[in-house]
């Protein structure tokens, strides 16, 4: 008996010591190849979405502060026309401006370090370019290509109501890539119109007629058409 079980022994003792062939080394570093290609992809999709989801995060973010920012804006409004550079008078809410697509002025400005100043301020809507970022020159040559094309809301203020030429402007980006802006501007007799004084006036004329609701509309490729009417102040 011992005999025969013998040549089977000997047999299972040297398949027990043989080793991997080349075949299935390769066989097993190509399923090892596309185990990794496989979670490789998986990993850059977790890791697109992620950064996608943080983008619309971010967008929707700006959105919010920025339609905040302007129903403030409109919401404190205040009839106090203002003295130019030239001595001429500039009515308290004007959309005729050619530099601007409205000028207003509007009260409630910060003033945390209780200095002695008013609390108004003069603001303007305008389409351009963004501010001049830092950078070095190399970096503005590459971009100036591209800022030619930037189409954004930017919003303009200036805290002395009687400017003269050296007064401060603070300018901040509203909503980027602006393909289309309407303004709308409702008077007492409830018409809505896109100029305003709705009358012609002399430049020395004070004029402090404010409209009782202004209707924004913007088109923009991230946010599309949005529409939203402000309730302006009327002090």
């Not at 303004?183 to 119109?193: A, I, S, T, Y």
């Not at 012609?200 to 939203?228: F, N, Q, S």
């Amino acid at each position: 008996t011992h005999q025969f079980y013998r040549p089977l022994l000997m047999m299972h003792k040297r398949h027990a010591n043989r080793g991997f062939t080349l075949v299935e080394v390769m066989a097993a570093l190509a399923i090892f190849a596309l185990i990794s290609v496989g979670l490789s992809i998986v990993l850059s999709s977790i890791s697109d979405t992620q950064k996608k989801v943080a983008e619309h995060s971010d967008a929707l973010r700006d959105l919010q502060r920025s339609l905040w920012l302007i129903s403030m804006d409109m919401n404190q409004l205040v009839r106090r026309d203002v003295r130019k550079a030239n001595d001429n008078r500039s009515p308290a809410f004007i959309a005729d401006d050619r530099d601007y697509l409205v000028v207003f002025t509007r009260q409630g400005l910060r003033n945390p370090l209780l200095q002695s100043r008013s609390d108004l301020e003069r603001v303007a809507y305008s389409i351009g370019q963004a501010p001049d970022r830092a950078g070095d020159q190399n970096e503005e040559k590459q971009d100036k290509q591209r800022r030619k094309k930037e189409k954004h809301l930017l919003r303009h203020s200036w805290p002395a109501l009687d400017q003269k030429d050296n007064t401060k402007e603070t300018v901040q980006v509203l909503f980027r890539d602006v393909d289309d802006i309407e303004l709308e501007f409702l008077n007492e007799k409830g018409d809505w119109k896109s100029d305003w004084p709705d009358k012609k006036m002399d430049e020395k004329e004070h004029i402090r007629t404010l409209p009782v609701a202004i209707k924004l509309r913007i088109k923009t490729d991230r946010y599309g058409e949005l529409e939203r009417i402000f309730q302006a102040g009327n002090v």
